[in-house]
C-alpha cells in the first residue's frame, strides 16, 4: 500500500513538473503571440516534430480562442491593441505550403488573421545546416513552400500579413554586421516591394538575436519583432517580443496551458 502511495505521489510531481496546472494564469491583458511554423501531421516513423501541428489540432486552437472571446490581430496592430484584454496574433515562420493549402481556409471559417514571416529564398534552402552543420538531412528543404503566387491570393484574402524573416535564413552569430544590416532590412524593401505590401514586423532566423541585432530592427523602419523566447507580451521592448509556442508534440491542455500560463511545464 506504502509503495502504491509513493508511487502516487511521483506521479503527481512528475506531471505537475511538466504540465503546470498549479501556476497562476498571466494577465489576461498580455497578447499572445503564437508561433507556428506548418500545420501537418507527423511523418510516419519519424520522431515527432515539434514544428509540424496537425490540422486537426490547429482547428481545436482556433475554435477554443474563438469560443472563448479572444480577438485575432495581425502584428500590425498590435500597438493599437495594447492592454486590451484576450488579445492573440497568430504567426506563421518561413513560408511553407500548408500555410496556404491548410491554414487559410480553417482561418478564414474562423475569421481569424494571421502574420507571416516569410524567408525570401526559401526554396531548395536548407538552413537548419546555418545553424548545425549536423542538421543535413535535406528534410527542411524537401519541405513545399509557397509559391509568390500563393502569397499575392494569401495577403489578397486579407486573412494574411507578411512579417521579414530575412533573405537566406542565416545563423546571424555568423555575420558580419553590414551583412547583418542587409539581410535584416533589405527582406523588408524586397517583400514591400514584390508584394506592394506593408512589413512593420521582423522575426528573428531561428530566434537567436543579440543586443547588436536589436539595435539594426530600432533603428530600421520596423515597428516590432519576434523571438522564439517563450511567453506572452510582458513589459519587454517592442524588438524582443516572447511567442506562445505551438508544438506538434502538445496535446490539447498542453496548449491551453502554454496560452494561459505562457509555458507549459519545466521538463
Ligand atoms: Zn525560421
Redesign the pocket.
Known amino acids: 500500500m506504502i509503495y502504491l502511495a509513493i508511487t502516487l505521489d511521483i506521479f503527481l510531481i512528475l506531471f505537475s513538473l511538466k504540465y503546470v496546472w498549479w501556476y497562476k494564469n498571466k494577465d489576461m491583458s498580455a497578447t499572445r503571440i503564437m508561433m507556428y511554423?506548418m500545420i501537418a501531421e507527423q511523418i510516419p516513423n519519424e520522431k515527432k516534430s515539434g514544428l509540424r501541428v496537425s490540422p486537426l489540432m490547429f482547428e481545436k486552437h482556433l475554435e477554443y480562442f474563438s469560443n472563448n472571446g479572444w480577438k485575432f490581430i495581425k502584428m500590425s496592430e498590435l500597438e493599437e491593441h495594447k492592454d486590451q484584454n484576450k488579445i492573440v496574433a497568430i504567426t506563421f515562420?518561413?513560408g511553407y505550403l500548408d500555410n496556404y493549402s491548410i491554414a487559410l481556409p480553417l482561418l478564414k471559417k474562423y475569421n481569424a488573421c494571421a502574420t507571416l514571416?516569410l524567408?525570401i529564398d526559401r526554396h531548395n534552402n536548407d538552413?537548419s545546416v546555418k545553424k548545425n552543420p549536423k542538421h543535413n538531412s535535406g528534410a527542411l528543404a524537401s519541405e513545399e513552400k509557397l509559391s509568390d503566387d500563393h502569397i499575392l491570393e494569401m495577403l489578397n484574402s486579407n486573412v494574411f500579413e507578411l512579417g521579414g524573416?530575412t533573405i537566406t535564413?542565416p545563423y546571424l552569430p555568423n555575420l558580419a554586421l553590414e551583412d547583418k544590416k542587409y539581410e535584416m532590412i533589405q527582406c523588408k524593401e524586397i517583400l514591400e516591394n514584390k508584394f506592394n505590401t506593408q512589413v512593420t514586423s521582423f522575426?528573428y532566423?531561428?530566434g537567436i538575436y543579440s543586443n547588436e541585432d536589436i539595435n539594426i530592427i530600432k533603428g530600421s523602419d520596423y515597428s516590432s519583432a519576434v523571438t522564439t523566447e517563450e511567453g506572452v507580451v510582458d513589459n519587454s521592448t517592442l524588438f524582443d517580443l516572447k511567442r506562445v509556442k505551438a508544438s506538434g508534440k502538445d496535446n490539447f491542455f498542453a496548449f491551453k496551458l502554454r496560452v494561459l500560463k505562457g509555458f507549459r511545464g519545466f521538463i
Open positions: 511554423h515562420d518561413d514571416y524567408v538552413w524573416h535564413h522575426a532566423p531561428f
